[in-house]
Nanobody, 122 residues
Framework: QVQLVQSGGGSVQAGGSLTLSCTLS????????MGWFRQAPGKEREFVAG????????AYADSVKGRFRIPGAAPKNAEYLQMNSLKPEDTAFYYC???????????????WGQGSQVTVSS
């Protein structure tokens, strides 16, 4: 079993920055990737960003590319999502998830964090 605990998030004005963190514990040896997803009210969950810890490869949704970044320098038991130049349309509940491989599909991840609210005002 793997536990993920998120922190960070909050409210910020458009153009501002926030960093989300996700700490892992438990039997993480089979977990090779982390994905970040978000869900806005009335919308489906969508992939935001992810990292493959085995080779350091990262992936980003087109909507956040160039603004969001996974540093990738953290140890495997912690990961971060740096969010810059935030826009009102980034407002959503954000989740971290871990699994055996990097995927843009949420159901391919095995364990999920509890979520963090990010609100961006115009």
């Amino acid at each position: 079993q793997v536990q993920l605990v998120q922190s960070g998030g909050g409210s910020v004005q458009a153009g501002g920055s926030l960093t989300l963190s996700c700490t892992l514990s438990g039997r993480t040896f089979n977990m090779n990737a982390m994905g970040w997803f978000r869900q806005a009210p009335g919308k489906e969950r969508e992939f935001v960003a992810g990292i493959n810890w085995s080779n350091g490869n990262t992936a980003y949704a087109d909507s956040v590319k160039g603004r969001f970044r996974i540093p990738g320098a953290a140890p495997k038991n912690a990961e971060y999502l740096q969010m810059n130049s935030l826009k009102p349309e980034d407002t959503a509940f954000y989740y971290c998830a871990t699994g055996s491989h990097l995927s843009r599909v949420g159901r391919e991840y095995d364990f999920w964090g509890q979520g963090s609210q990010v609100t961006v005002s115009s």
